[in-house]
């Protein structure tokens, strides 16, 4: 079992006895009065929506599941089709995706992760390689300390797109490591 202070926000809990994922969790108090943890989850069976407050030391089972390496097929709106290497299709909506819908890209390797045979959400990789669509050119002699800029990068749903912070010198059409985890930019692929 694990304290509330160490969930995730992707993990499954059980909670009652159901599985919940956590979607969302909100962090409050100090550490002189203690931490509570509101979680938006959703039942893993009933897609029944569930807000919650928990203090930091309560204790939840967390629920090991399986996994699969697949690779993201297309948007058949609703959802997110994902296939394995034996041609099997899984479907996965997407507000299960979480922030991995910000890095989707057709042909994108990643881990379904599965309860009960059904896929419920992806893992990405740490670091990917995406391409920068957008973004606006650096202004001469903004160059005191660390100054960093907007800039969108490619993904497969256009209405998605996204945006991350990245150095002056990093231009349109430049292909840029990043960690998925922290949303942040690491380093220039290639120019």
């Known amino acids: ?65 399986d996994k699969k390496p697949v690779t993201y097929s297309y948007f ?44 419920i959400s992806v893992e990405l990789p740490t670091t990917i390689a995406r391409k920068i669509v957008y973004s606006e050119p650096a202004v001469k002699g903004n160059t005191s300390g660390n100054v960093l800029k907007d800039a969108k990068i490619e993904n497969a749903i256009e209405s998605k797109s996204f945006t991350i912070q990245v150095p002056l010198f990093v231009s349109q059409d430049d292909v840029i490591e990043i960690d998925t985890r922290t949303h942040e930019y690491k380093k220039v692929v290639r120019n």
């Open 1 to 65: 079992m694990k304290p509330a202070k160490e969930i995730r926000v992707g993990n499954i809990i059980m909670v009652d006895a159901k599985p919940f994922i956590v979607l969302r969790s909100d962090v409050n108090g100090s550490s002189r009065t203690g931490f509570t943890y509101k979680w938006k989850m959703k039942n893993l069976l009933t897609n029944a929506p569930l807000e919650n407050v928990f203090r930091g030391d309560d204790k939840f089972d967390v629920v090991v599941l």
């Open 76 to 119: 058949a709106d609703p959802l997110y089709v994902f296939m394995d290497e034996e041609y099997n299709q899984y479907e996965i909506e997407e507000e299960n995706l979480g922030e991995a819908i910000n890095y989707l890209k057709d042909g994108m390797e990643c881990e379904a992760v599965f309860y009960d045979g059904k896929a």
